[in-house]
T-cell receptor
Framework: GAVVSQHPSRVICKSGTSVKIECRSL??????MFWYRQFPKQSLMLMAT?????????EQGVEKDKFLINHASLTLSTLTVTSAHPEDSSFYIC????????????FGSGTRLTVV | GESVGLHLPTLSVQEGDNSIINCAYS??????FIWYKQESGKGPQFIID?????DKRQGQRVTVLLNKTVKHLSLQIAATQPGDSAVYFC???????????FGAGTTVTVRA
């Protein structure tokens, strides 16, 4: 079955530093990956759509210079939270769509980011 | 924008009973609907999906019902088990893009 690996699962960083989160599709090619943020006891909020070989498309209200997304290959997308602040502490989740299957999403296991 | 929401934030159910989780959506152009299960600290796990040209779909112990007239869908879980305790989200997608909109989530707690 389709497997998406997300790394790290947990990270604690100091305020002002940057953190990179990786999302890999292990056994399929993903032309599109999505990045979500989830605050405690809340739903998933789409941050951006990441397309292989092109610039990411950000949702309204999401700062593209703060949340840098790179989708350099069909199996890897990265989200970098730059100059992190405590309010960026959240659960970040990626999902990947199989090439040619529009809604065939598989979610990663999420990354718990804590900024201190 | 699209809005997907759930009717109840929590559901407590006796082990062995059936569970029904409801969801309302607002975008009549939505043509694809998915139910996800999320356990604490994990990513969402696919349960079942349904397209707008159907009104019912069954899986293993789960059934999704879609009522396009009132823009409502539900997830029925038969013989609920302790392992079913989790947060359940509905999500919907439009016809022209593959972005999903998630509902608020219902926390299901199974009583032994």
């Amino acid at each position: 079955g389709a497997v998406v690996s997300q790394h790290p699962s947990r990270v604690i960083c100091k305020s002002g530093t940057s953190v990179k989160i990786e999302c890999r599709s292990l056994d399929f090619q993903a032309t599109t990956m999505f990045w979500y943020r989830q605050f405690p006891k809340q739903s998933l909020m789409l941050m951006a759509t990441s397309n292989e070989g092109s610039k990411a498309t950000y949702e309204q209200g999401v700062e593209k210079d703060k949340f840098l997304i790179n989708h350099a290959s069909l199996t890897l997308s990265t989200l970098t939270v730059t100059s992190a602040h405590p309010e960026d502490s959240s659960f970040y989740i990626c999902s990947a769509s199989r090439q040619g299957i529009g809604y065939g999403y598989t979610f990663g296991s999420g990354t718990r980011l804590t900024v201190v | 924008g699209e809005s997907v929401g759930l009717h109840l934030p929590t559901l407590s159910v006796q082990e062995g009973d059936n569970s029904i989780i409801n969801c309302a959506y607002s975008n009549s152009a939505s043509d694809y609907f998915i139910w996800y299960k999320q356990e604490s600290g994990k990513g969402p796990q696919f349960i079942i999906d349904i397209r707008s040209n159907m009104d019912k779909r069954q899986g293993q112990r789960v059934t999704v019902l879609l009522n396009k007239t009132v823009k409502h869908l539900s997830l029925q879980i038969a013989a609920t088990q302790p392992g079913d305790s989790a947060v359940y989200f509905c999500a919907s997608g439009g016809a022209n893009d593959y972005k999903l909109s998630f509902g608020a989530g219902t926390t299901v707690t199974v009583r032994a």
